[in-house]
Every structure is written in C-alpha cells, then in structure tokens.
C-alpha cells in the first residue's frame, strides 16, 4: 500500500481544514487508517484513527470534538477534517496504515506511512 498526504497549508487560529490521504492498492479497505502529528523537536503523535469499515474511531484528547476521521473505501482515501484550529495544532501530519482492528494508537502498529503533509496555525 502507497500513501500520499494532501491538503495542508496554513489558516488562521479558529479556521478549518481538510486533509486528505489517497492510498493505492487493493489491500485499503482491509486496513483501519491513523493519522498522526509532528511538530518539530517533538515526538510523532497519535492524532485520530478509523477501522476498516469505519465503525469505529478513536482520538488523541487534543482534539476530540474538534477533529474528524472519516474514509471513502471506493475511492480509497482517509479524510482528517480539522475545525477550530490551534497554534499546537502546528506540525506535520502522517497518515498510517494498519491491519490492527482496534485502539489505533500506538504508531509500532502502523506498516504504511505516507509522507507527510504541512499544517500551519497562525495569524
């Protein structure tokens, strides 16, 4: 499976933004998907994950209420809706795959990684 991260950028404190990860492969719908977080100087972080039908998700506390996970199986992609965005929301965010059917938040459990796409809060 071949990630790629799409949709950062930067918006103001407050804003919204979507990220998307499009996976190749035929194996994605089998798969729960994670996205994680980097800011610099800081270790990866677990930021949401979805199982492979989507029935289940999970969230880091920072972001719970703020912060959707969401799939499209036929179009292969993992969406991360971010409203309400904060300055420590600043980092690089990594969308994973993993064959782990639950939890989703230890990122030793992740096979797949894409590369990684920027998101800036600031005014």
């Known amino acids: 499976v071949q990630l790629q991260a799409s949709g950062g950028g930067l918006v103001q404190p407050g804003g919204s933004l979507r990220v998307s990860c499009a996976a190749s492969?035929?194996?994605?719908?089998?798969?729960?998907m994670g996205w994680f977080r980097q800011a610099p100087g800081k270790e990866r972080e677990f930021v949401a994950g979805i199982s492979w039908l989507g029935g289940n998700t999970y969230y880091a506390d920072s972001v719970k209420g703020r912060f959707t996970i969401s799939r499209d199986n036929a179009e292969n992609t993992v969406y991360l809706q971010m409203n309400s965005l904060k300055p420590e929301d600043t980092a690089v965010y990594y969308c994973?795959?993993?064959?782990?059917?639950?939890?989703?938040?230890?990122?030793?459990?992740?096979?797949?990684w894409g590369q990684g796409t920027q998101v800036t809060v600031s005014s």
């Open positions: 994973a795959a993993t064959p782990v059917v639950a939890g989703l938040k230890n990122r030793h459990e992740y096979y797949y």
């Open positions: 492969g035929r194996t994605f719908s089998s798969l729960s």
